[in-house]
């Protein structure tokens, strides 16, 4: 466990238990959201690479507009 981590905990430890289950719920579904991010980009990065491929293709032809 890193430094900051304790001491975040440290500083959680001292909080009411009814607070201290807040910050554990908001942590534990920011963790579980970045798990949801990190595995729908690991599964798209064929994807992402093909449209970036199709969207240089337009550029280089000449089928694009600058915003």
Do not use: F, H, N
Request: aromatic share 2%; glycine share 2%; proline share 3%.
């Amino acid at each position: 466990m890193t430094k900051l981590l304790e001491k975040a905990i440290e500083q959680i430890a001292k909080l009411p238990e009814s607070e201290q289950d807040a910050v554990a719920a908001v942590m534990l579904e920011e963790l579980a959201s970045e798990r949801r991010w990190a595995d729908a980009l690991a599964g798209s990065q064929e994807k992402l690479a093909r449209l970036a491929q199709e969207a240089l293709a337009e550029y280089e032809a000449g089928r694009t507009k600058p915003l």
